[in-house]
């Protein structure tokens, strides 16, 4: 992998700002502060200074939802197709741009978590890091021992590290005094935590400590589930074309459901169970003498949108 701790200019993820990118960028925008013009446009037609152009840049392309493409010391960038399914563009209406449901969220987190090419802090914490109750300088400690064997970079700097893991916690932790807004004072996006927190993943307990307990997760939707749940078959199975992988693989292994949604033992199996049902089958289980195995029709590796699909279908008609 390669080491990605810098970019986001320590600007957690805000509401908004994905859909402000994807918008930008499908109304012919461009999100490349190299440029002057280009920055200028963007100053004025988001309202937001340089630095936030960047982070903006930045959490758009580590959620896959845009594409930044350098060739011949030119730069192009594009909506991928995440980004075109969930925020729409200027064509296209996106099955929810302003992220008003949780599995929408939880489908965020795994398209930014999902990624075995970058190695941010993030990507630690959720695919490779066993804490559950520890301090920040445990976590960067154990981040700056591991990135060398991680990453293609033979030195990391603590610096920019310890600046990474900040943005982390910041984009993932409620804070423990919230900003309030003064009387008569305009709400802006400063006034609201990141949409990650709502997934509760992490939390800060004081005094420089945190935890993230593996759980049942139950606000993480199933369609949302079976939709990580065959992109990480896919991963796993790219090579092989076999369509069936271990229990222990899908919670304990690098962007395996399990990790990246911080799911207990037990949270796995219901989900499993569940999977089954909403599936008809063409995902099965078995648990049986020890022997933990999931197998998964390989059709359903063509069509993993199907679920999403099913998940905001269900959602708007239960409005």
Same mark, same amino acid.
């Given at each position: ?5 810098t970019g986001h200019d320590t600007f957690p993820l805000r509401y ?10 499908? /109304? ?6 190299? %440029? ?45 197709? %995440? ?116 997934? /509760? ?115 708007? %008609?239960?409005?």
């Amino acid at each position: 992998m390669k080491a990605r701790f810098t970019g986001h200019d320590t600007f957690p993820l805000r509401y908004g700002w994905l859909y402000k990118a994807v918008d930008f960028i499908s /109304n012919g925008g461009k999100l490349l502060t190299s %440029n002057e013009e280009n920055t200028r446009d963007a100053i004025v037609k988001l309202g937001v200074g340089k630095n936030m152009i960047n982070a903006i840049k930045y959490w758009g392309e580590s959620t896959s939802v845009v594409v930044t493409e350098s060739k011949n010391n030119s730069a192009t960038q594009a909506i991928s197709h %995440n980004g075109m399914y969930l925020f729409g563009t200027s064509h296209s209406v996106g099955k929810d741009p302003y992220l008003e449901n949780i599995g929408s969220i939880w489908l965020i987190h795994f398209w930014l978590n999902f990624n075995a090419d970058q190695l941010t802090a993030y990507r630690y914490f959720f695919n490779f890091s066993n804490f559950q109750h520890f301090e920040k300088v445990g976590l960067l400690d154990a981040l700056l021992e591991d990135a060398p064997s991680l990453t293609t970079d033979s030195t990391s700097n603590e610096k920019t590290i310890k600046k990474d893991l900040d943005c982390f916690f910041n984009t993932y932790c409620k804070k423990r005094k919230s900003k309030v807004a003064k009387v008569g004072e305009k709400i802006t996006e400063e006034h609201f935590s990141s949409p990650l927190v709502e997934l /509760n993943l992490v939390q800060d307990v004081g005094g420089g400590f945190y935890k993230s307990d593996l759980s049942v997760r139950d606000s993480l939707p199933i369609e949302v589930f079976i939709y990580a749940l065959i992109e990480y078959v896919k991963f796993e199975t790219l090579e092989s074309q076999a369509n069936s992988l271990d229990f222990d693989s899908i919670q304990t292994k690098p962007y395996s459901p399990g990790r990246i949604f911080r799911l207990s033992e037990s949270g796995l199996g219901q989900l499993l169970d569940e999977a089954q049902k909403v599936s008809n089958s063409d995902i099965t289980w078995i648990d049986s003498l020890g022997l933990r195995q999931i197998q998964i029709d390989r059709k359903l590796l063509d069509d993993p949108i199907r679920y999403l699909d099913a998940y905001f279908h269900g959602v708007k %008609n239960n409005v």
